[in-house]
Each structure stands twice: as C-alpha cells, then as structure tokens.
T-cell receptor, first 111, second 117 residues
Framework: DAKTTQPTSMDCAEGRAANLPCNHS???????VYWYRQIHSQGPQYIIH???NNETNEMASLIITEDRKSSTLILPHATLRDTAVYYCIVSLMEYGNKLVFGAGTILRVKS | KAGVTQTPRYLIKTRGQQVTLSCSPI?????VSWYQQTPGQGLQFLFE???????NKGNFPGRFSGRQFSNSRSEMNVSTLELGDSALYLCASSLIAPLAGNTGELFFGEGSRLTVL
C-alpha cells in the first residue's frame, strides 16, 4: 500500500502557484520523498525529491516539514501544460526503482 | 540523448495468447523496471532487473515474467492472457543509486498499451 495521502484533485488558475500537499506520517528516517507527474497518456515524469531540506529545481520546489511527516510540492507559475496527475512517493533511494504509487492528485490548471 | 523506448506501442491480443514487450533503456542505464497501469489498480510495480538479474519483484502471478540482456535491454512476457491484463505497461530505466550525483530518478517510456479481447 502507498505510504502517502494526497487530495484527490485540485484546481489552480493559470499563472498562479500550485501547492500540492502530501501526508507521509509513517516515513522512516532514511526514506526520501519523491514527486512524479503523469500527463495524460504519457509515462510518469520525475519532478523533484528530498530527504530533509527544502529543495528547488527548474520545475518546482519541495517543502518538507521539520518532522518530515508531510510535504508540499510547489509549482510557482502553473501553466495549462502542468495539468496532470501528481504522485507523492516515499522510498529508500537504494530501492528507488520500486516505487509504490498511490492514486495521486489530479491537478487541473484553468485559464 | 534518446529516452526509454518501448515497443510495440499498441497491441491487441485474445485471451489465452501470450505477449512479449520490449524496452530499451537510456544509454548507460543498467537498471530496468516494469510497471502495470490500469484504471482500477493504478500504477503497480512488476519487477526490476539489474545486470541481467531480477532484483525486485511485485505481487503478480507467475504468468508475468521478464528478463534483461547484457546490453541492458529488457523484455517482459505475459502468458495465458486474461481480460484483466489489459493495461498500459510502462518501462523505466535508471542509474543505480546511491552513486554520487544520482538522484535515483526513474526515466519512464511512453508505455505499451495492451488490449486483451
């Protein structure tokens, strides 16, 4: 079973920041938080990952709470092309190839 | 560089037949994993191969099998197809974590969509 809980769906206005929450209250000390997204009819795409510290890359920012029991993925300026299913996954990096996907959050970016 | 390539992209089979799907990983990636995606069950891990050896296996019946070749290309086979095997089969490749600079990121292909009639 997935170790994460995400809202089923969210809407976001184009150009605004999209904040996608994820609860992972049973995360262990050496598990990473990964975010992937899947645009319709395509394979999942890696977005970002983190262990303890907040992380930022060209796609998004990842904010992890100090107790590591939850995190938020931030898309700073959402576009229509960001409409997708977003998956939050916790995993040991050495077993990073065995990802347990939950249902994810359907993000709809609207103009 | 070229991404993960899966063939065929679409195929239709009938119950009882078998199917073989192919995956060519990104050059230099030695780990290949397979996932099944269905509307009801979502994305589920099938198995992962590294250096021609199966390292991890998901909870699927023995009808689902795979292998990896010395050039890291991988195939998966499903025998005695059932209607419930209709799905999008996704292959992903990666470097082996936790090498320095490796994010553990999986690179997915576009998938092979199997329809069983």
């Amino acid at each position: 079973d997935a170790k994460t809980t995400q809202p089923t769906s969210m809407d976001c206005a184009e150009g605004r920041a999209a904040n996608l929450p994820c609860n992972h209250s049973t995360i262990s000390g050496n598990e990473y938080v990964y975010w992937y997204r899947q645009i319709h009819s395509q394979g999942p795409q890696y977005i970002i990952h983190g262990l303890k510290n907040n992380e930022t890359n060209e796609m998004a920012s990842l904010i992890i709470t100090e107790d590591r029991k939850s995190s938020t993925l931030i898309l700073p300026h959402a576009t229509l092309r960001d409409t997708a299913v977003y998956y939050c996954i916790v995993s040991l990096m050495e077993y990073g190839n065995k990802l347990v996907f939950g249902a994810g959050t359907i993000l709809r970016v609207k103009s | 560089k070229a991404g993960v390539t899966q063939t065929p992209r679409y195929l239709i089979k009938t119950r009882g037949q078998q199917v073989t799907l192919s995956c060519s990983p990104i050059s230099g990636h030695r780990s290949v994993s397979w996932y099944q995606q269905t509307p009801g069950q979502g994305l589920q891990f099938l198995f992962e191969y590294f250096s021609e050896t199966q390292r991890n296996k998901g909870n699927f019946p023995g009808r689902f099998s795979g292998r990896q070749f010395s050039n890291s290309r991988s195939e998966m086979n499903v025998s005695t197809l059932e209607l419930g095997d209709s799905a999008l089969y996704l292959c992903a490749s990666s470097l082996i974590a936790p090498l320095a600079g490796n994010t553990g990121e999986l690179f997915f292909g576009e998938g092979s969509r199997l329809t069983v009639l």
